[in-house]
């Protein structure tokens, strides 16, 4: 029997009328985003070999774009549900607690990364750290880019997720109840405000830069695409099968990996050059190329259609420690981001070893792994010790988005 007619009434009406039922924690969520961070951390280390063979070589998207569409997926989990049974209120306190709690990692990181460069600059005699990690602002008028980094006004490379994940937290009471109302309608209005934004360059200001490297505006389609999916599964909405849309899938995916991977123009047509020329470059990540959110949207349908939540590629050594990782996203984020600006140090002043990128790379995937144990171990133990006092009224929170 084909799933279609349900799924069309979700997409097209919302899931009013359809029956909630428990949703566990699917290790798939966990175990992809725990492979997403390890990616960011090695691409945030550009020149070394490892980042080289990185998914962003061989298609339009990359682990940011994973990174926001679970985002969107993960808030829906937890926090939609606590608006279904206790109201957009209580919903609404636990979103501005999480997002006081990103904010304040990213002051945390902004303040440990130009303490970062300062020890290293003044060490290695070489300012040309200064300007990789753009942070001149905050050497030449440290009070002017504090203030500006505390309104989110001024966002050092590599330190600009958080911020993008904080607004896009914030919008997702109104995003939520759009996507309950009717699916189909959020996704437009989505798409507009997208379109919008690009087309009169539409974005929040960023010291120094045109605007925000992840324009809001642009990825909170991203956000929303996740939390339709989100909403789906919190549902129980049954995802279709349909042999053609796995193929236009799979051909999305194969198209991306031919255009990456050639040298020149794979397909020999001259009027192609210059379009082809530019995913060789790089997809639009600013304000999200329609090329990457077809190339994510081919990936998240193979995934879920051809990996099974208990499969072994889950479930097994591998698919257990990354999940670890994706259940304290923030923390692991937070960590590879310091570690991935002293690996740019380290390179540099040995000169791009080959030996050294692979310590490099080896020793930062050990030391978030083990963090990653260290916290599941210590929350483990935090609950199991919760548990026997019921008096002192501490209750489990929802999960992490």
Not at 163 to 168: E, R, T
Not at 354 to 364: A, N
Request: proline share 4%; with cysteine.
């Amino acid at each position: 029997m084909s799933h279609f007619p349900s799924f069309g009434h979700y997409l097209l009406r919302g899931a009013g009328a359809l029956a909630a039922r428990p949703v566990g924690r699917d290790m798939r969520i966990d175990a992809v985003r725990g492979l997403a961070l390890l990616i960011i951390f090695i691409n945030h280390m550009p020149g070394n070999v490892v980042a080289a063979v990185m998914p962003h070589n061989f298609g339009f998207s990359d682990a940011a774009d994973i990174f926001v569409f679970l985002a969107g997926v993960s808030a829906t989990l937890a926090y939609g549900s606590v608006i279904e049974r206790r109201g957009l209120g209580m919903g609404a306190l636990r979103i501005g607690g999480r997002i006081w709690t990103l904010y304040i990692a990213h002051i945390a990181v902004f303040i440990i990364v130009c303490g970062v460069v300062a020890r290293a600059v003044t060490t290695t005699q070489n300012p040309l750290y200064i300007e990789a990690i753009n942070i001149q602002p905050f050497f030449n008028d440290t009070l002017s880019a504090l203030v500006d980094a505390l309104t989110l006004t001024y966002q050092p490379n590599y330190l600009d997720i958080l911020p993008l994940y904080i607004v896009l937290l914030a919008a997702f009471p109104l995003i939520y109840r759009a996507v309950r109302f009717n699916p189909a309608l959020a996704l437009l209005g989505s798409v507009l405000v997208w379109q919008v934004a690009v087309t009169f360059e539409v974005n929040l200001p960023n010291a120094g830069t045109p605007g925000w490297f992840f324009n809001p505006f642009a990825w909170q389609l991203v956000f929303t695409l996740g939390v339709v999916v989100g909403r789906g599964v919190q549902m129980g909405v049954v995802m279709p099968r349909s042999a053609i849309i796995d193929a236009l899938a799979f051909a999305v995916v194969v198209l991306a990996l031919i255009i990456k991977v050639s040298a020149g123009n794979p397909f020999g047509i001259a009027a192609l050059n210059e379009w082809i020329e530019n995913l060789q470059i790089g997809s639009d990540k600013t304000n999200l190329a329609w090329t990457r959110l077809l190339h994510l949207a081919a990936l998240a349908w193979l995934f879920v259609r051809f990996v099974p939540a208990q499969s072994a590629l889950v479930c097994g050594v591998v698919g257990r420690r990354l999940a670890v990782l994706g259940r304290h996203s923030l923390e692991i984020f937070c960590t590879g981001i310091v570690l991935a600006i002293i690996g740019q140090i380290i390179l540099a002043e040995t000169y791009f070893a080959l030996s050294i990128q692979l310590l490099v790379c080896l020793g930062g995937i050990t030391i978030l792994t083990v963090l990653g144990n260290f916290l599941s171990w210590y929350q483990s133990n935090a609950l199991r010790g919760s548990a026997e006092k019921p008096a002192s009224g501490l209750h489990n929170s929802a999960p992490q988005s």
